[in-house]
């Protein structure tokens, strides 16, 4: 069964401050999704990294993936308050229709 | 707005009785997919359809969840007898499965959050 774990689960950081959050995955894929929830909100598609070594980056936010260290990175950089959110990252399973499976998210807010 | 769209936005109803949500999703996607998600975690699979097709159904999706596609564009999904444990946000998201060289992105609707007194 295919396993995908964030860390850290909760993330409080002040703006202009660089931090990353790591997903890690259980079983062999190439295909990996950053997404981002706003509270009440549905998910938003940051990032579709689709290789090892991609590296993908919009804004203040930039993605990667090792997919022999079944591990992808979100890096945030000089964080604003705007980035405050519930992000996840997802991964799907090349045998079953590519349905995500999806980590537990990290909830980051930005402080002033 | 071409986005996947969710009706309803929000449902409160007693236990036993049965409720329909619908998705619409962005018009050239053949793949669609229905998620749970419950309040701080992730979202779970439920199911999905290729065109009217479905193709798969998670072991989360009990007898009393059933979901339709029946022209390969708009879909349902019903829970009759709903119960307290049924309480969740209810997301559907389309794509256009390019395979497995591809990426498979998916757009997720607004969702439905069901209460279920």
């Known amino acids: 069964e295919l396993k995908v774990e964030q860390n850290p689960l909760f993330l409080s950081m002040q703006e202009g401050k660089n931090y990353t959050i790591y997903c890690n995955y259980s079983?062999?894929?190439?295909?990996l999704y950053w997404y981002r929830q706003d509270p009440g909100k549905s998910l938003e598609s940051l990032f579709v990294?689709?290789?090892?070594?991609a590296v993908k980056q919009e804004g203040r936010l930039m993605a990667s993936l090792d997919t022999k260290a079944r591990l992808s990175t979100l890096h945030i950089t000089a964080a604003v308050h705007d980035l405050s959110a519930t992000y996840f990252c997802?991964?799907?399973?090349?045998?079953?229709?590519?349905?995500?499976?999806f980590g537990e998210g990290t909830q980051l807010t930005v402080n002033p | 707005d071409t986005g996947v769209s969710q009706d309803p936005r929000h449902k409160i109803t007693k236990r036993g009785q049965n409720v329909t949500f619908r998705c619409d999703p962005i018009?050239?996607?053949?793949?669609l997919y229905w998620y749970r998600q419950t309040l701080g975690q992730g979202p779970e699979f439920l199911t999905y359809f290729q065109n009217e097709a479905q193709l798969e159904k998670s072991r989360l999706l009990s007898d009393r969840f059933s979901a339709e596609r029946p022209k390969g564009s708009f879909s349902t999904l019903e829970i009759q007898r709903t119960e307290q444990g049924d309480s969740a946000m209810y997301l559907c998201?389309?794509?256009?499965?390019?395979?497995?060289?591809?990426?498979?992105?998916?757009?997720f609707g607004p969702g439905t959050r069901l209460t279920v007194l």
């Open positions: 997802a991964v799907d399973m090349k045998t079953s229709g590519s349905r995500l499976t």
């Open positions: 990294l689709l290789s090892n070594g």
């Open positions: 998201a389309s794509s256009l499965g390019l395979g497995l060289a591809g990426g498979n992105e998916q757009f």
């Open positions: 018009s050239e996607h053949n793949r």
């Open positions: 079983t062999t894929s190439d295909r």
